[in-house]
């Protein structure tokens, strides 16, 4: 289902280093769920984060024009598009945690930072904060914190949404 989010990532410096618009399942039981699943290997993630930086538009337009076929509304060149730049397509969602943690080379992103003030069709953000050491997620008006160090499983997440708890 349609419902977009927004996964990010902050390192210790409080800077945002990740900040992925995601397309489908903004629920918590859906990539509020994967992104707990990749918050688990949390120290590859962070290790990733050396390999990020945020793209420029000449780049990105690079990466357009080198797919003949490829343009805004989609195209045949799509699903090439998803496996090639995982990095850089909204149905990765909060799989970008692991393109993150499990990329050997450079990892390109988009820096979509802004889409989480857009009250109307931000639905979900779900992130791993270093600074705090927290994973947080915002669904509505519900949000909940856990630890880095004690994540819950996926079980105890969807129930503490359920609660309305705030788990610090």
């Known amino acids: 289902m349609g419902t977009r989010n927004l996964t990010k990532v902050i390192d ?8 992925q618009y ?12 994967t992104a707990l699943y990749h918050a688990h290997n949390a120290k590859m993630i962070e290790a990733g984060l050396a390999r990020v930086r945020w793209g420029t538009d000449e780049e990105f337009q690079a990466i357009y024009d080198s797919l003949p076929q490829m343009n805004y509304l989609g195209t045949d060149d799509s699903n090439n598009f998803d496996l090639l730049y995982p990095n850089l397509t ?3 969602c909060a799989d970008i945690l692991g393109v993150v943690a499990y990329s ?11 889409f989480e003030n857009d009250d109307l069709f ?4 779900y992130t791993i904060d270093f600074q705090k050491g927290a994973f947080i997620s915002a669904f ?7 630890p880095l ?20």
Do not use: H, M
Not at 12 to 19: C, D, L, R
Not at 149 to 168: G, I
């Open 22 to 33: 995601g397309q489908w399942d903004g629920y918590p039981s859906g990539q509020g769920v």
């Open 122 to 125: 931000c639905e979900g953000v």
């Open 12 to 19: 210790k410096n409080g800077v945002i280093k990740v900040a």
């Open 140 to 146: 509505g008006d519900k949000v909940v914190w856990f």
């Open 149 to 168: 160090n004690d994540l819950p499983t996926a079980e105890k997440y969807l129930e503490a949404f359920d609660n309305n708890t705030v788990s610090l």
């Open 104 to 114: 050997v080379g450079e990892v390109i992103l988009a820096d979509q930072s802004e």
């Open 90 to 92: 909204r149905n990765t």
